[in-house]
Structures are given as C-alpha cells and as structure tokens.
C-alpha cells in the first residue's frame, strides 16, 4: 500500500520571550497509507493541533519535511504540481466558522471549484449534484446561507466544499465535538463511507479515544511534542505499551461512577510543564516506572519486536 503523506523530522519551537523557548514538536516523523485514517491522540498540548496545522501549511516548521505522493509540498515550486498542496483539505472543529455567512451554499461550492480549477465550469452543476448525494444533502438547501443550516449540514457542506477542491485527503481536527449525537453517528457513517468508496485518506485529531476505535487504521500518540507510541488502532489501544499511552487509557470513564473517582485519584499530574524543554523522555515526571536512564536519554520509539508496526518510545516496557 502507497504512502500518501509523510512527516519527517518536524519540529516546531514557540518562543514567547527573548529567552523563551517551548517545543511544540520534536523531531516527529510517521506516514499516512493511502485510503487509511492515521489518529493522532493526546492531551491538550500534545502537539496534535500544531501538526495538523503544519500539514496544511499554516504553521511555520524550523525543521523537517511533508511529503505528499513523495512529493515535498515545498520545494521549489517550478518542480511541485500546482495540485499538491491542495489536495489536503480541512474540517475544522467548528465548521460554520469556516463558511463565509453572507455567501450561499451553491458559491461557497463553485468558489471552491473556480480557486482550484478542478472541475470546467460546464461540467460543475453535475459535481454539485453528485456531492449532495454522496454527503446527504437536500438541493434545496444550496441557496440558503450558513445561518438556516443545522451544525450536522454545516459539516456536511463544509465537507462537500474541500472535496469539491479535488481534494483526496482530509485534516479532521476533533470533528464530532460540535455535534449532536443523531449528527455525530450520521458524521462517523459519512467518513467510513468516504473512506470505502472514495478511498480518501485521512488524518484524524481527536481526543475521543472511543471515536479513535472506530474510525481510525492506525494511531500516534503524542506526548509534549514527541511520538510516544505508534501502529494500529488494534495494537496501540488494545495492548499499550508505553505509560503514557495506558495512562490515556485509564483516563477514560467507566459506567461505575466510583471506579471513574478511583481511576482519577490515581493519575499523576502533569508537572513537567515548568521546563519548556526537558532532558530525557519528557513523560518521566509523571511515570510510574520511570529509571535514572529515562531522565539522561530521550528514547526513540522502537518496535515491540522484529518487523512489527506497533513501537513505543519506551526502554522500560518495550
């Protein structure tokens, strides 16, 4: 199977002050197969949203590479086809923030088409038309504006208008979490159906470990900026082998409201936060198997063995 996108050796630095320094990223690296969802998973501040935004092009990378079909989005642009880069779409956590109100449906769409130049304008009505059936979408609905539209169609037409850019990869940054949940499940019907007939690939960003199980082939887990484990959704959320990655597990809320008191008793908490750039794995703070060599050394993720996809960035449990 292809390689769609690769990240390769990303890193990006904030630097509030003169002589402030916050990793955001840290040398990460991982591949998306074409026609697979790849999630990435962690707490707020993982990094999760700062790679998805320099997959995209909106956030400004000190180090690394993003290659699409091989192709590094970029280099010189005489040497980059001109549909490369938009070929990646978005899907916002908030989706009517991404249409313009005072525009109806049907421009939002043919503006999508006319800035791309991917479909003639002879042949757009019938890309409209085969949009909304693919998306569930009534026609009527393409001359209203954003304001008459549930949060479910927003998504939908937000949907519609980065595949009407020929796009056959989306960025989906927490796309339930402005949703009901009739819409939510009618949402998770519509990108596995994508996925099965249209093959799109896809980056996921979630924090929702349930939705993570459902639609995602394969899972990163990101912790202060570095890949802490990696490899199918199967491997890394059935049988974890790095704390952080149990720790995420554990976090998540059981039926019994006791044991979900007992399980947040339990967690450590994160005070690692006052050294911006830590010595060794950054997670030793917080583990609970922690060894003198954890805080010398930043372990690099390796596989739980010969020739598996499944890698934990942790000496101790690997």
């Not at 491997?235 to 809320?253: E, I, K, N, Q």
């Not at 690692?272 to 930043?298: H, I, K, N, Q, Y």
């Amino acid at each position: 199977m292809t390689v769609a996108l690769e990240v390769a050796g990303v890193s990006v630095t904030y630097r509030p002050g003169r002589d402030d320094a916050v990793a955001a990223l840290r040398d990460v690296s991982l591949t998306v197969r074409r026609g697979r969802t790849l999630a990435l998973v962690g707490e707020s501040g993982s990094g999760k949203t700062t790679l998805a935004r320099v997959i995209l092009g909106l956030e400004r990378r000190e180090s690394g590479v993003v290659r699409v079909d091989g192709i590094d989005v970029d280099a010189d642009p005489s040497r980059v086809p001109r549909d490369v880069r938009k070929r990646i779409q978005p899907l916002f956590q908030d989706p009517g923030a991404s249409l313009d109100p005072m525009w109806r449906m049907r421009d939002l769409l043919i503006e999508a088409m006319d800035v791309s130049g991917s479909v003639p304008p002879s042949m757009r009505p019938a890309r409209i038309g085969e949009l909304l059936l693919a998306l569930g979408l009534a026609d009527d609905l393409l001359d209203r504006r954003v304001h008459e539209l549930s949060g479910g169609q927003k998504q939908r037409f937000a949907l519609a208008r980065a595949l009407a850019t020929g796009a056959d990869m989306l960025v989906l940054d927490e796309p339930l979490t402005a949703l009901d949940p009739p819409a939510q499940r009618a949402a998770m019907d519509l990108f596995a159906t994508l996925k099965r007939d249209r093959g799109v690939t896809t980056l996921l960003v979630s924090h929702d470990l349930d939705l993570v199980r459902t639609a995602a082939d394969d899972v990163v887990v990101l912790y202060r900026g570095r890949v802490v484990e990696s490899g199918p959704t199967t491997d890394v959320l059935g049988t974890p082998r790095h704390p952080y990655t149990r720790l995420l597990l554990a976090s998540v809320m059981p039926p019994n409201p006791a044991e979900a008191r007992r399980r947040l008793a339990a967690l450590p908490e994160d005070d690692a936060v006052a050294d911006p750039v830590p010595s060794g794995c950054a997670f030793a703070p917080r583990c609970p198997l922690v060894v003198d060599a954890c805080r010398v050394a930043t372990p690099d993720p390796k596989p739980i063995r010969d020739g598996a996809e499944h890698a934990a960035a942790c000496p101790v449990s690997v």
